[in-house]
């Protein structure tokens, strides 16, 4: 159904559909010979020849349809994508077989394919559901699918024997018709924004600060809903809420509200924690609390969040705690990652069992 004939062109790439005569060459010389440790298929060995067999396979398969990632300004192949599953019948498809050159990540042309390619299954497929998939241990490919603002809907246990024998784990995302829009947005955003975000600025915050922080607070309200929902059940009025609590924190001595600000005067992440008490079984009386830590997509991997948590550490330090204290959501592989660059270790397990309705799942349901 609509299957695109023609390429998907973007402002900085376009996807061409694969023929295999014509791309494998360029495609096998644009892939480093690791590329394909967490795949499912991958070719037999790394020689051209046998690259080139894989390719041809791949392309003549059902249901699917294979891409090469074409950098317009330099007409260079700097990757390949697919459309995998077509499936009319449940109007479903999946994105995957994904990889980009070394110098292609991290950059504007992975959310780019996948604006072309969501756009195409929404609008012109038709499609309800588009799937994207990876294994459990790939957590660079985990951390680029949830940028783009995919759901993680859960992990398959031993669900595909790999060539090596080992069976793999298989983490599922999704984006639904319904979710188009949100994922749409965030998309263009980080496309409009620069590649390379100049110097910022962090320092403490106050009361008019709160405006330019309020829609950062609802992204990131959102971004934990798409990743757990029962465990993220926000208030209709969150925004209203920290409306009101964020010029408290502002205020408050023993509190740790910062942003971080481009030249411009943009605010492009915040920072807001608390000192609270422990529990009196504790010989330490009191600890530091994170509550928040978000920066706008397009300026992550620039220090910005790692200098925001730095002045919350000198913060906290001068107000006499001993320990600072956070939670990350169970799929957020990337801020576990993040925070123990910082220094920060894992200290407790947050169990959650829902005890409503259809949320409550035990091993018995099968």
């Given at each position: 159904?609509?299957?695109?004939?023609?390429?998907?062109?973007?402002?900085?790439?376009?996807?061409?559909?694969?023929?295999?005569?014509?791309?494998?060459?360029?495609?096998?010389?644009?892939?480093?010979?690791?590329?394909?440790?967490?795949?499912?298929?991958?070719?037999?060995?790394?020689?051209?020849?046998?690259?080139?067999?894989?390719?041809?396979?791949?392309?003549?398969?059902?249901?699917?349809?294979?891409?090469?990632?074409?950098?317009?300004?330099?007409?260079?192949?700097?990757?390949?994508?697919?459309?995998?599953?077509?499936?009319?019948a449940n109007?479903?498809?999946?994105?995957?077989?994904?990889?980009?050159?070394?110098?292609?990540?991290?950059?504007?042309?992975?959310?780019?394919?996948?604006?072309?390619?969501?756009?195409?299954?929404?609008?012109?497929?038709?499609?309800?559901?588009?799937?994207?998939?990876?294994?459990?241990?790939?957590?660079?490919?985990?951390?680029?699918?949830?940028?783009?603002?995919?759901?993680?809907?859960?992990?398959?246990?031993?669900?595909?024997?790999?060539?090596?024998?080992?069976?793999?784990?298989?983490?599922?995302?999704?984006?639904?018709?319904?979710?188009?829009?949100?994922?749409?947005?965030?998309?263009?955003?980080?496309?409009?924004?620069?590649e390379m975000?100049?110097?910022?600025?962090?320092?403490?915050?106050?009361?008019?600060?709160?405006?330019?922080?309020?829609?950062?607070?609802?992204?990131?309200?959102?971004?934990?809903?798409?990743?757990?929902?029962?465990?993220?059940?926000?208030?209709?009025?969150?925004?209203?809420?920290?409306?009101?609590?964020?010029?408290?924190?502002?205020?408050?001595?023993?509190?740790?509200?910062?942003?971080?600000?481009?030249?411009?005067?943009?605010?492009?992440?915040?920072?807001?924690?608390?000192?609270?008490?422990?529990?009196?079984?504790?010989?330490?009386?009191?600890?530091?609390?994170?509550?928040?830590?978000?920066?706008?997509?397009?300026?992550?991997?620039?220090?910005?969040?790692?200098?925001?948590?730095?002045?919350?550490?000198?913060?906290?330090?001068?107000?006499?705690?001993?320990?600072?204290?956070?939670?990350?959501?169970?799929?957020?592989?990337?801020?576990?990652?993040?925070?123990?660059?910082?220094?920060?270790?894992?200290?407790?397990?947050?169990?959650?069992?829902?005890l409503r309705?259809?949320?409550?799942?035990?091993?018995?349901?099968?």
């Amino acid at each position: 159904m609509n299957q695109p004939q023609d390429p998907l062109r973007g402002e900085s790439v376009e996807l061409v559909p694969l023929r295999a005569a014509e791309h494998a060459d360029a495609l096998f010389d644009a892939t480093p010979a690791d590329t394909f440790r967490w795949f499912l298929s991958r070719p037999k060995e790394w020689t051209r020849e046998s690259f080139r067999e894989w390719i041809g396979m791949r392309a003549g398969a059902d249901r699917s349809r294979m891409f090469v990632v074409v950098e317009r300004a330099s007409g260079r192949v700097v990757g390949s994508t697919s459309y995998l599953d077509i499936d009319d019948a449940n109007r479903s498809v999946e994105i995957g077989s994904t990889w980009y050159t070394p110098p292609a990540r991290g950059t504007r042309v992975n959310p780019e394919c996948k604006l072309l390619l969501l756009r195409h299954a929404f609008e012109a497929m038709g499609r309800l559901r588009v799937t994207l998939k990876t294994d459990a241990r790939n957590l660079r490919s985990q951390r680029a699918i949830a940028g783009v603002g995919a759901i993680r809907e859960g992990t398959l246990r031993a669900h595909r024997v790999m060539d090596d024998g080992t069976a793999r784990d298989t983490v599922y995302f999704s984006v639904t018709l319904p979710d188009w829009a949100r994922v749409r947005k965030l998309l263009e955003a980080r496309l409009r924004a620069p590649e390379m975000p100049p110097s910022f600025a962090v320092r403490p915050a106050g009361a008019s600060d709160v405006p330019s922080v309020l829609p950062h607070v609802e992204a990131i309200c959102e971004m934990h809903r798409a990743m757990d929902p029962q465990r993220f059940t926000f208030r209709p009025n969150i925004v209203e809420m920290y409306a009101k609590w964020l010029p408290e924190r502002a205020a408050d001595p023993r509190s740790v509200f910062l942003v971080a600000q481009s030249p411009e005067g943009e605010t492009v992440g915040y920072l807001v924690g608390t000192v609270e008490p422990e529990v009196p079984i504790y010989w330490t009386p009191e600890s530091g609390w994170i509550h928040d830590l978000f920066v706008l997509p397009q300026w992550r991997k620039h220090g910005v969040a790692k200098a925001l948590v730095s002045a919350a550490v000198e913060r906290f330090t001068a107000l006499g705690v001993e320990r600072i204290r956070l939670e990350t959501a169970a799929p957020n592989d990337g801020a576990r990652a993040f925070f123990a660059s910082c220094g920060f270790r894992p200290g407790t397990t947050e169990m959650l069992l829902m005890l409503r309705g259809d949320a409550l799942v035990t091993d018995a349901g099968g």
